[in-house]
């Protein structure tokens, strides 16, 4: 049995000795991937809000898809792994004192065959250390994509890195981070911050008390070779937990967001053409402990605003350069979010905005219309688990963005398809009429045996404008008129 192991069985049975006889008569405790939550899962309220799919989300509220397994996942990455052109999901696991105890924290690859996820994962990394995030990235630059894992926990674990191939990472890790103080790795950002054309990787960090602070590490790339011992740091330390990039100044370089914990401010240290300062150009001003930092231009003016997982969430508009609070959310149950992401959702053109709470297990998706975003959530999903991760991608193949939520519990991760919107005239089927719907319509009607092969999540029937029941030379006006419009 692994050292780790050891210890968390050696704990269990101390705790076991120290309570009861009875197993089941143990609370249930749940401990977050950065150690700063812990909850009693038999002692959670229950969340009697309504969950309902209003327009233009397009989510249902059953999961299509869910795993079987018992895990803490502390981050969850979507993309082709293999290169057969399907999306598959990377799933990093994290152990901590939860009870019952977690026996099995590897990370875990499902591939997608043909549109859909496998039962099991038939990659199981070959190293298993705490995975507090994970990120997709071709960092040696061979033309594959690498999997990131940003590692950390009580054993204060190294980052490493799986390289990629063309069947897919290798099970084992190909680079290893040296940091110059053991540090507990938080999350991480795979970006070309330097603009030399290959991708950099930044970690935020933690320790234990009575120093639980660390600096933030950047890992330059050097043609392809990233470097295992972090030339930039911040000069400040803090407990830290999310970042990201994004051009706050108007100045062409990407500046660094980072979301700090309790006692400390979150904060954006500025990129001067390609170097990274040291100390903070602009603060919160407030310590609130905050869980993640996403850029996004939610009201499409040209300059990216900062969203920070507070509780509750909150967005610091930018306008010209200057960041002021001016967005709550008010989701119906506040808990602090653990994970967040900014992505088009409803494809209407403008970035939504996602959000997980470790308490209570809550998903809520804030819609955003026409750059104005909804202080309340238009979809949530409640799971009995703990809620650490959010992602999105099309794993189906429908063109639309499938929505994946993680959870440290059984199951421990869950997918949602998305529903594409049923427009008529619509036959590429990404849930609008326009251009694009021309070829698929015309090969509709002069081969509809090669138009269902070619586009198996379509229906042909959208094609039939006159509704007489069949794809004809009678639609060809009425879809000409549609297409135009008024």
């Not at 101390?14 to 006889?21: E, R």
């Not at 890195?161 to 981070?177: F, L, R």
């Not at 998903?363 to 703990?386: D, H, R």
Request: with cysteine; glycine share 10%.
């Amino acid at each position: 049995m692994k050292p780790a192991r050891l210890l968390l069985a050696a704990a269990a049975i101390i705790l076991i000795s120290l309570t009861s006889d009875s197993r089941a008569e143990q609370p249930r405790i749940e401990v977050s991937p950065d150690g700063h939550t812990v909850i009693n899962l038999d002692e959670q309220p229950a969340d009697d809000a309504p969950n309902v799919r209003f327009n233009g989300v397009p989510y249902l509220l059953t999961p299509d898809w869910q795993n079987s397994l018992r895990r803490q996942v502390g981050g969850l990455a979507v993309g082709d792994l293999n290169g057969d052109g399907w999306a598959d999901l990377v799933v990093g696991c994290y152990t901590s004192n939860s009870f019952p105890p977690y026996n099995e924290w590897e990370n875990l690859i499902y591939y997608n065959v043909g549109g859909a996820l496998e039962a099991n994962p038939s990659w199981v990394s070959a190293d298993e250390r705490h995975t507090g995030d994970v990120l997709i990235a071709d960092i040696n630059r061979d033309g594959y994509p690498d999997v990131v894992s940003v590692n950390g926990g009580t054993a204060f674990a190294p980052s490493v890195i799986y390289h990629g191939s063309a069947t897919g990472p290798d099970i084992n890790p190909d680079w290893i981070s040296s940091t110059p103080q053991s540090t507990w790795g938080t999350a991480g950002a795979a970006f070309d911050f330097d603009h030399d054309g290959d991708i950099d990787l930044f970690t935020t960090n933690q320790f234990v008390s009575p120093t639980p602070t660390r600096p933030v590490y950047g890992f330059r790339n050097n043609g392809g070779v990233l470097e295992t011992t972090p030339s930039w740091q911040s000069s400040d330390v803090a407990i830290q937990n999310g970042l990201d990039f994004g051009d706050y100044d108007g100045d062409g370089w990407e500046d660094l967001a980072v979301a700090k914990w309790v006692n400390y401010q979150s904060c954006i240290y500025r990129n001067v053409a390609g170097a990274l300062q040291v100390f903070p150009i602009w603060s919160t001003s407030v310590t609130s402990g905050d869980r993640g930092a996403l850029f996004a231009d939610f009201d499409s003016n040209g300059w990216p605003d900062l969203t920070l997982g507070r509780s509750p969430t909150v967005m610091y508009r930018n306008n010209n350069g200057t960041l002021a609070h001016t967005w709550t959310s008010t989701p119906a149950v506040n808990s602090n979010p653990q994970d967040l992401r900014t992505f088009d959702f409803d494809r209407d053109g403008d970035e939504d905005l996602a959000e997980i709470q470790f308490g209570g297990g809550r998903v809520n998706l804030y819609l955003n219309t026409n750059g104005a975003l909804a202080t309340t959530p238009a979809w949530s999903w409640t799971s009995t688990a703990s809620g650490t991760a959010v992602a999105f991608g099309d794993i189906n193949g429908d063109q639309w963005p499938d929505l994946v939520v993680g959870y440290s519990g059984q199951p421990c991760v869950y997918v949602f398809y998305a529903r594409i919107p049923a427009v008529l005239g619509d036959m590429n089927c990404d849930g609008m009429l326009n251009a694009d719907d021309v070829p698929p319509f015309v090969q509709a009607l002069i081969d509809p045996v090669g138009y269902v092969a070619d586009h198996p999540q379509c229906d042909i029937n959208r094609g039939d404008i006159n509704s007489s029941t069949t794809v004809d030379g009678l639609d060809i006006d009425p879809f000409a008129a549609a297409l135009i419009g008024p």
